[in-house]
């Protein structure tokens, strides 16, 4: 089981940016497919962005397309996801995991964007 933990997150006014990280520990992310969710208040889990094990090839729900960014840097055993232009309705815990995703959810970050 792969150990995820996820960080970054925080207060912003609409309009800005966060950038949110996703460290692996006690194993390499190597291989591995790893995808970002996230869950608004009062809703489901929803999908936000995939990327390969070799970072080549990314996919985005509509909802976040052209404006959030998902990069990996093996190396540092580390994903990433850039946020810009957040909106009040992108408020919610946002949670890293494998993709398909494993059992184990970690804590998540919550991200917050209100004035």
């Known amino acids: 089981q792969l150990q995820l933990v996820e960080s970054g997150g925080g207060l912003v006014q609409p309009g800005g940016s966060l950038r949110l990280s996703c460290a692996a520990s006690?194993?390499?992310?190597?291989?591995?497919?790893i995808a970002w969710f996230r869950q608004a208040p009062g809703k489901g889990r929803e999908f936000v962005a995939t990327i390969s094990w070799s970072g080549d090839n990314t996919y985005y729900a509509d909802s976040v397309k052209g404006r959030f960014t998902i990069s990996r840097d093996n190396a540092k055993n580390t994903v990433y996801l850039q946020m810009n232009s957040l909106k009040p309705e992108d408020t919610a815990v946002y949670y890293c995991n494998t993709h398909p995703p494993q059992d184990d959810w970690g804590q998540g970050t919550q991200v917050t964007v209100s004035s």
């Open positions: 006690g194993s390499s992310l190597d291989y591995h497919a």
